[in-house]
T-cell receptor, first 115, second 113 residues
Framework: DGGITQSPKYLFRKEGQNVTLSCEQN?????MYWYRQDPGQGLRLIYY???????QKGDIAEGYSVSREKKESFPLTVTSAQKNPTAFYLC??????????????FGPGTRLTVT | DAKTTQPPSMDCAEGRAANLPCNHSTISGNEYVYWYRQIHSQGPQYIIH???NNETNEMASLIITEDRKSSTLILPHATLRDTAVYYCIVRVAMGNRDDKIIFGKGTRLHILP
């Protein structure tokens, strides 16, 4: 089945540790996105990438880093510089707007808790 | 910042049509209107999108005003499973390097039995 996978579903870390969240898609989508969601809030864009080896900062990129070495993968690293890392992290992918099917597909999310 | 404005919450009786409004008064001519919904603790799910014309699919209908400054998502016969947060967004670019998709806070729809 085609789709987006995020792992793990729940992740616990100690403060001061870097942690990498996985996002893989087999939809052959060029674009991939990372969002953060806090309780009762909407989604805020962290980073996005339209093509392999290229990515852009979103609205809240500070304390995060990404890589896009393969089309299928867009891992997000939450660094120790991120002041409030505890949140629900969502990965999404889409085709470019000019193509027929250009809605975003979302993964199931990773809930990160840092103590 | 999100380019859309939605009411924070709405109620609808089960079996009735749920009409969710969205204002996007600064929308550009090449921007699409998209609707997604998010059930608690899951990833958002695509519902429908449109540019100028009204659209309908198996999930919902999308009515876009002639001036494109607002739209309404219609769930024709709401069920309890439609309880979710509904996001209206506009897509800001035509698939170039700066293409990004911004979500606002959405509308929390409660379907009442």
């Amino acid at each position: 089945d085609g789709g987006i996978t995020q792992s793990p579903k729940y992740l616990f870390r100690k403060e001061g540790q870097n942690v990498t969240l996985s996002c893989e898609q087999n939809l052959n989508h060029d674009a991939m996105y990372w969002y953060r969601q806090d309780p009762g809030q909407g989604l805020r864009l962290i980073y996005y990438s339209q093509i392999v080896n290229d990515f852009q900062k979103g609205d809240i990129a500070e304390g995060y880093s990404v890589s896009r070495e393969k089309k299928e993968s867009f891992p997000l690293t939450v660094t120790s510089a991120q002041k409030n890392p505890t949140a629900f992290y969502l990965c999404a992918s889409s085709t470019p707007l000019g193509e027929a099917q250009h809605e975003q597909y979302f993964g199931p999310g990773t809930r990160l808790t840092v103590t | 910042d999100a380019k859309t404005t939605q009411p924070p919450s709405m109620d609808c009786a089960e079996g009735r049509a749920a009409n969710l409004p969205c204002n996007h008064s600064t929308i550009s001519g090449n921007e699409y209107v998209y609707w997604y919904r998010q059930i608690h603790s899951q990833g958002p799910q695509y519902i429908i999108h449109g540019l100028k014309n009204n659209e309908t699919n198996e999930m919902a209908s999308l009515i876009i005003t002639e001036d494109r400054k607002s739209s309404t998502l219609i769930l024709p016969h709401a069920t309890l499973r439609d309880t979710a947060v509904y996001y209206c967004i506009v897509r800001v670019a035509m698939g170039n390097r700066d293409d990004k998709i911004i979500f606002g806070k959405g509308t929390r729809l409660h379907i009442l039995p």
